[in-house]
């Protein structure tokens, strides 16, 4: 399995164990996997968008997860837009292929998504791109509106998107990440579920 982990913005001042790459270790450390190749990258990467998607559509396994926190939601949602014919062309190619895409609270800027602003500040939901109704493609976005910064879902536009709202006491934009938080815990674990489902387990 692909593994693709792009960290949000203030991430690469924050190297701390509650960034998402950390986070994502944690998960792996308790889940049973194999094979796995993993690329992570920080979302103030000017190149990081086309290194993820290289890493993506070249490396050698069909079933793939993306997990973006923060702007690097934000970014893991545009490079689905801006590389979507490759990837679906891998996923076809190599039949029985899977994409799983995790957006933990979600919030920045895009240039060139064609809006002005910020999501979570000016702009509403993230599109979604109706050619993303597919079995073979999943998506689970968190995010919270309790704290500043404050996340932005999905545009429920198909039956493989699960849009949850992060509303418990400890929900901020840094306890999502930190698994000895209830909110962390409950978000661990549905990103364990989705690499069941990308495994196929």
Not at 12 to 36: A, H, L, W
Request: a positive charge; one cysteine or more; proline letters at 1%.
């Amino acid at each position: 399995m692909l593994v693709n982990v792009i960290t949000g913005y203030s991430a690469s001042m924050r190297q701390s164990k509650k960034t998402v790459t950390g986070f994502v270790t944690d998960i792996f450390r308790e889940t049973v996997t194999k094979n796995i190749d993993r690329y992570d990258c920080y979302s103030s990467d000017r190149h990081c968008i086309d290194n993820s998607a290289r890493f993506l559509v070249t490396g050698n396994s069909n079933n793939m997860l993306l997990i973006g926190k923060s702007m690097g939601a934000v970014r893991s949602w545009w490079l689905l837009n801006e590389y979507w014919l490759s990837i679906k062309n891998k996923l076809v190619s190599r039949q029985g292929g899977r994409l799983g895409v995790v957006l933990i609270d979600p919030h920045g800027w895009q240039k060139g998504d064609g809006r002005v602003g910020s999501y979570g500040v000016k702009l509403g939901s993230l599109k979604y791109d109706k050619c993303w109704a597919r079995d073979d493609l999943k998506f689970v976005v968190f995010h919270q509106k309790k704290h500043y910064p404050r996340g932005v879902g999905l545009e429920a536009g198909g039956n493989n998107v699960n849009n949850i709202e992060l509303t418990g006491q400890d929900a901020s934009h840094w306890s999502v990440t930190d698994i000895n938080s209830k909110t962390g815990r409950m978000v661990a674990d549905r990103i364990k579920d989705m690499i069941k489902w990308v495994q196929r387990d």
